[in-house]
């Protein structure tokens, strides 16, 4: 069972902002990076996230990270059908000296 | 460009061994910490191990700990996942990542393992 939760599913309308949560604790997002991943079925998954915030080169804009505490948030702006995918939060744990993925959050754009 | 190219997956026994094989190209592996995470049919990502850029840290998921050994040739640009005493709940894609905590974060196409009588 992962130490970082997601909600299973999320959805908008093209246009929409969506916004995914990722909870954790002290031990893994309350004190080390979190990335998010893009994970499209069959395909590798692509970092969208690094370091809480921070955009890699050729990443949409529309894409965005935030953190408060031991949660961090995802947000998609201008949901377009191509973002339709799983979305995972990730962060080494200190305390299980594990690297943790989040549960999941599936996006649906209606 | 960067490129991993996962092998070895395949059709195993349960208690058999397989021996998973990264290939990385268009960057030099030895400058990154290297992991193996996987993904079984309809389930979350799950890390499995991670090695540090001289191959003298390793680190695994409590599921797999003594039965696991994650290795590396930087070398041969090469990444390695000794799997034994194979379970059922082994059954997965098996992804070869660069950096998985880190802005260089790359991900291969991945590797089938299934674990089966």
């Known amino acids: 069972q992962s130490v970082l939760t997601q909600p299973p599913s999320a959805s908008g309308t093209p246009g929409q902002r969506v916004t995914i949560s990722c909870s954790g604790s002290?031990?893994?997002?309350?004190?080390?990076?979190v990335n998010w991943y893009q994970h499209l079925p069959g395909a590798a998954p692509k970092l969208l996230i690094y370091?809480?915030?921070q955009r890699p080169s050729g990443v949409p804009d529309r894409f965005s990270g935030s953190k408060s505490g031991t949660s961090v948030s995802l947000a998609i702006s201008g949901l377009q059908s191509e973002d339709e995918a799983d979305y995972y939060c990730?962060?080494?744990?200190?305390?299980?000296?594990?690297?943790?993925f989040g549960t999941g959050t599936e996006v649906t754009v209606l | 460009e960067v490129q991993l190219v996962e092998s070895g997956g395949g059709l195993v026994q349960p208690g058999g061994s397989l021996r998973l094989s990264c290939a990385g190209s268009g960057f030099t592996l030895s400058n990154h910490w290297m992991s193996w995470v996987r993904q079984a049919a309809g389930k979350g990502l799950e890390w499995v191990a991670n090695i540090n850029e001289d191959g003298t840290k390793k680190y695994y998921v409590d599921s797999v700990k003594g039965r696991f050994t994650i290795s590396r040739d930087n070398a041969k640009n090469s990444l390695y996942l000794q799997m034994n005493s194979l379970r059922v709940e082994d059954t997965a894609v098996y992804y070869c990542v660069r950096s998985v905590g880190g802005r260089e974060a790359s991900w291969g196409q991945g590797t089938l393992v299934t674990v089966s009588s």
């Open positions: 370091s809480n915030t």
């Open positions: 990730a962060a080494w744990d200190g305390s299980l000296n594990a690297y943790v």
């Open positions: 002290s031990s893994n997002i309350g004190s080390n990076p």
